[in-house]
C-alpha cells in the first residue's frame, strides 16, 4: 500500500522551533510528504477529519491539529522511538469511501506490526477500525469506553454505529464490552440486548475509587473504542455531548495508560472530540495527555503473551462443578493473572485465545467454591 496517497501531511504552522530535542514534536516521525517507510515503526498517529456521521453540522477538521499543538511539546522517553505521524488521513467523496480508507490503512498497518493511534472523527469511524480486523483470522474484544449506548435505529450513524459491527457478516466478534455507561442514559432493552448476545456492560458507577479493577478488561481488548464524551465536561468540554458526570480526566489517562500496556491491543481511536475556541486549550490538551499515557504504557509492555513460559506461576483449583478444575496464571513480570478456559469452543474457523484475563479477586473467589462470573461469561461464549 502506498500511504502517501491517503495521506496529507501535518501543516508545517503546527511544528515549533523553539521546541527542545526530547519534545515529542521531535522525538516523533513526521510524514512530510516524502517516501513513507515503516522499518522500526511501532505506532503512527492517524489523524481523522471526517465529520459526516454526525447529523449536527459541526466541523471537527481541525481536531487533529489542536490536540497536535498540545501532544508536540510534551516531553518524552528518548527510548520510546519509533513513533510516526501520518498527517490527516484524505477524506474521500462520500463518508463511506472515508471509512473503507480507514479500514484500509488500519488493516494495512496492523498486519505490518504498527498500532494506530486514531485521533479525530466522531465515533461510527469504530466500524472502520474494527473491519481492519476482518482478514486477520482471528476473533477480537472490542471495548468501547461510553457512557452511552450507541445502538439506535436512527439515520445518525454516531448513534447507531454499534448495530452494524454486531450484524456484520462475518462474525469475528469475540466479545463486546461497554465500559463506564451511565444509566439514566440507557434504555432497559439495550442493556437486555447486550446481556442476551453475551456481551458485558458496566457501570461507571462500579469503578468508582476503583478505576485500577479496569485493567483486567482494558487486557482483555484488542480494539479499543474511547468516546470522549465519557470524560467528564469539567476535563473535556469540547465533545459531542458533553458530560456534566464521567471519568475524570487523571482517570481518563489511567485508563488509557492500561491500553498502551495491554500486550494484545493492537488499535485505539479517540473520538468525538468538536472544535470550540471558547474552552482554549482544556480539551485538547486532556487528549494529548492521554496519548501521552498511552505510548508511555505501550514502552513498558512486558510481551505476557507465552503463557507456558517460566515467566509464570501456574495455581491450580479443584472445583465441583468442573471435572478439570481450574487453572490460573500469574506474571512473575507484572503480577498480573489469567484464568484458563476449557476447551474453547472454535467459531467460523478464527483463532480464539484459550486463556482471558483476570485478577486476583477472581482467584479468591474460585478458592471459596464459587466459579469466577468471568469464567462463566467468556467459556460460555
Known amino acids: 500500500m502506498d500511504l502517501k496517497l491517503f495521506f496529507e501531511p501535518v501543516h508545517s504552522a503546527i511544528f515549533d522551533p523553539s521546541l527542545g530535542p526530547i519534545s515529542f514534536q521531535n ?35 481541525e481536531v487533529p491539529n489542536l490536540v497536535r499543538k498540545q501532544l508536540y511539546p510534551l516531553i518524552m522517553d528518548l527510548k520510546h522511538n519509533g513513533i510516526l505521524d501520518l498527517g490527516d488521513l484524505i477524506n474521500g467523496p462520500t463518508i463511506n469511501d472515508t471509512k473503507d480508507r480507514l479500514k484500509e490503512v488500519c488493516a494495512y498497518l496492523t498486519a505490518m506490526g504498527v498500532l494506530p493511534i486514531i485521533l479525530g472523527g466522531f ?4 466500524v472502520s477500525q474494527y473491519l481492519s480486523y476482518e482478514r486477520s483470522e482471528k476473533l477480537v474484544t472490542l471495548l468501547n469506553i461510553d457512557a452511552k449506548l450507541d445502538l439506535e435505529e436512527s439515520g445518525n450513524a454516531v448513534d447507531s454505529y454499534l448495530g452494524v459491527i454486531f450484524k456484520h457478516d462475518p462474525n469475528y466478534l469475540f466479545n463486546y464490552i461497554h465500559l463506564g455507561y451511565q444509566t439514566y442514559f440507557l434504555k432497559e432493552t439495550k442493556l437486555g440486548m447486550l446481556e ?77 472530540m468538536t ?28 510481551g505476557e503473551l507465552n503463557y507456558m513460559s517460566n515467566d509464570y506461576l501456574i495455581y491450580e483449583v479443584t472445583m465441583n462443578d468442573i471435572e478439570e478444575g481450574l487453572r490460573f496464571f ?28 483476570c485478577s486476583y479477586t477472581d482467584y479468591q473467589t474460585a478458592l471459596s467454591g464459587e466459579i469466577p462470573e468471568r469464567w462463566i461469561k467468556a467459556q460460555g461464549k
Open 330 to 357: 500469574k506474571s512473575k513480570l507484572s503480577g498480573k493473572w489469567w484464568i484458563e478456559l476449557v476447551n474453547p469452543k472454535v467459531n467460523s474457523g478464527f483463532f480464539r485465545s484459550k486463556m482471558i484475563p
Open 27 to 61: 522525538t516523533a516521525y513526521n510524514y512530510k510528504g516524502n517516501e513513507l517507510i515503516l522499518d522500526g515503526i511501532k505506532i503512527a498517529i492517524l489523524g481523522i477529519r471526517e465529520g459526516r456521521g454526525s447529523n449536527t453540522g459541526q466541523d471537527i477538521s
Open 275 to 302: 472544535c470550540n475556541l471558547e474552552h482554549n486549550t482544556r480539551t485538547p490538551m486532556v487528549v494529548a495527555v492521554m496519548i501521552w499515557y498511552f505510548i508511555d504504557g505501550f514502552f513498558h509492555r512486558k
Open 123 to 126: 465515533q461510527d469511524m469504530t
Open 196 to 272: 442476551s448476545l453475551g456481551f458485558d456492560a458496566y457501570r461507571i458507577g462500579e469503578f468508582k475509587d476503583r478505576i485500577k479493577e479496569t485493567e483486567p478488561l482494558i487486557r482483555e481488548a484488542d480494539l479499543i473504542s474511547f468516546d470522549l464524551s465519557a470524560i467528564q465536561s469539567l476535563y473535556c468540554p469540547d465533545t459531542l455531548v458533553p458530560n456534566v458526570f464521567g471519568f475524570s480526566g487523571e482517570e481518563a489517562c489511567q485508563l488509557a495508560w492500561y491500553a498502551g500496556l495491554n500486550d494484545k491491543l493492537s488499535s485505539i481511536g479517540f473520538y468525538n
